[in-house]
């Protein structure tokens, strides 16, 4: 049993290592969407710059470690349920978990579907613990509760958010986000807003256990009104965008928006990595140090800190993951169910087309606030204008933030999917053109994300219980599991992507007349 403890602890850092390039794939993908569908950046230096960000947050992680490893279930539990195998049952806990996440990962980022890599990895966990007890009463239920509803509720903020944010900024900048005149006097207080936003959430929420802004927030905002600091700031943030403005001219208001969305990119992918690389670390590092520390109980592993280096190694990892061609069809698919343009290219299944049909009544495009679509001087598709993408941004940055501030693993994914279709609605993208399927996308998407949980539940269960029972054979047959079933959803996936997203001749001065241009880098 000793060599075989030794053996799967080794496994567990491998899995993780393979689990966070699934990560990059697909959850931390949906950092650079906004940015990369209003053509501020090319999605090569987008994710490159968001990679720093994320390393930067990953140094600021804190208490939602714990909450992933010890609060969905009780691993104390397994030295009374097993007896004197509880170290073999909870490493084969951990293992099973980057098992089943590794696979799962793949074949939704393979379909460019977004998935939550927290809700995946909290379901995994309840699945795993069940699967190797035997009982329900290892799983903390209140935990997992508590857990679900953050997901939830970050979904509805960043829905709420995004929709009345963008229909207000929208009403002041319609569609001359790129008018001198128009941004010279809006602008100022509306990036104001974004950046006092980002601020305080960032600083006053994100980075709450540095000593500094403890500090800061005691001589400020808890000495003075909160609102009145904030307006405060707002107002100093207006002045000084103003008067920056005044001094660049029509150079600064053409890229004011862009500086903002690149802003909360930076701000989102901070608060990334301060919330999703511990929570996909925690598994293999607690299975390893259940290895190096035999004279300790299993519960001791879910009380150690990550170091700062395993975390700066798993966001390289993350960083080449995003950089993949699956990772680049999480990206199209999302930037096109919330385009501006009328004719998209995607897939959703008849009846989640159907559904949207009762849910939108298209319009004549007159209608719609959002700007006229158009392409870059590459002749690349602008899927929405930088304030959009400003929004999006700032939206999701500000949610996760305050999310990691309180200790809850929520969703990146959810809550930046949440915010591109709230803002969509906010513009009235869904009166014209293909409603249809950008919402029937969205449902589709949606759905996935309840068959996700379910499946990762009972997958890690089995997989677990084979592992725990059948020892050696049992990670045999887990392992030629994973990647059978890897091998058999990517071949249909890539006929799947040759199918609806065919690669068009490309001619110079025009755009694929299905829109399935926004994976190409260049």
């Not at 290892?138 to 979904?155: D, N, Q, R």
Request: glycine letters at 10%.
């Amino acid at each position: 049993m000793d060599s075989l403890i030794t053996f799967e602890a080794f496994i567990g850092l491998t899995l993780l290592n393979w689990d966070c390039v699934e990560v990059g794939r697909n959850d931390a993908a949906n950092l650079v969407n906004a940015v990369f569908g209003a053509r501020v950046m090319k999605r090569r230096k987008a994710v490159w710059l968001a990679g720093l960000a994320v390393l930067l947050g990953a140094v600021f992680s804190s208490a939602v470690m714990e909450t992933a490893r010890k609060g969905v279930f009780t691993p104390s539990m397994l030295d009374e349920l097993v007896g004197d195998q509880g170290r073999w049952a909870a490493i084969a806990i951990y293992v099973s978990v980057y098992l089943v996440d590794t696979v799962l990962l793949y074949t939704y980022s393979a379909f460019g579907m977004p998935v939550s890599t927290t809700a995946s990895l909290v379901f995994e966990l309840v699945g795993a613990a069940i699967g190797v007890s035997l009982t329900l009463g290892i799983v903390t239920w209140e935990k997992v509760g508590m857990i679900l509803f953050a997901i939830v509720m970050s979904i509805v903020l960043s829905g709420i958010g995004g929709f009345l944010a963008q229909r207000a900024f929208r009403g002041a900048i319609r569609d001359k986000s790129d008018d001198h005149k128009t941004v010279m006097l809006h602008g100022p207080w509306i990036a104001g807003i974004i950046f006092t936003w980002l601020a305080w959430f960032m600083v006053m929420k994100g980075l709450k256990s540095v000593s500094f802004i403890t500090n800061l927030k005691e001589n400020t905002f808890e000495d003075y009104n909160t609102l009145a600091v904030l307006l405060v700031v707002w107002g100093v943030f207006t002045m000084l965008i103003s008067g920056i403005l005044m001094v660049l001219g029509t150079k600064g208001t053409k890229h004011l928006f862009s500086a903002t969305a690149i802003v909360g990119m930076l701000c989102l992918s901070f608060a990334f990595g301060q919330n999703d690389l511990a929570n996909c670390a925690s598994p293999g590092l607690s299975a390893f140090y259940i290895y190096q520390h035999p004279e300790e109980t299993v519960g001791a592993a879910t009380k150690i800190q990550i170091s700062h280096w395993w975390l700066f190694g798993c966001g390289l990892l993350m960083v080449a993951g995003m950089t993949t061609k699956n990772a680049q069809r999480v990206t199209r698919a999302q930037v096109n169910t919330g385009s501006q343009y009328d004719q998209v290219a995607l897939w959703a299944p008849g009846w989640c087309r159907g559904l949207a049909r009762l849910l939108v009544r298209p319009e004549p495009s007159g209608l719609t606030i959002a700007p006229d679509p158009s392409t870059t001087e590459g002749g690349k598709r602008i899927h929405y204008d930088t304030l959009r993408a400003s929004v999006i941004m700032a939206v999701s940055a500000s949610v996760i933030a305050f999310a990691s501030s309180k200790g809850l693993p929520v969703s990146t994914t959810y809550v930046t999917f949440a915010a591109i279709v709230s803002t969509g609605w906010g513009d009235r993208i869904f009166d014209r053109g293909d409603a249809d399927l950008k919402l029937g996308r969205a449902i589709w998407v949606v759905t996935s994300w309840f068959a996700a949980g379910f499946i990762a539940m009972i997958a890690a269960g089995v997989v677990a219980f084979v592992v725990f029972k059948l020892t050696w054979l049992g990670f045999v047959i887990a392992v030629a599991a994973n990647l059978g079933t890897r091998f058999y959803f990517k071949n249909r996936a890539d006929r799947h992507e040759a199918m609806h997203h065919p690669k068009q001749p490309k001619i110079e001065g025009e755009t694929s007349p299905s829109g399935d241009d926004s994976d190409d880098d260049d």
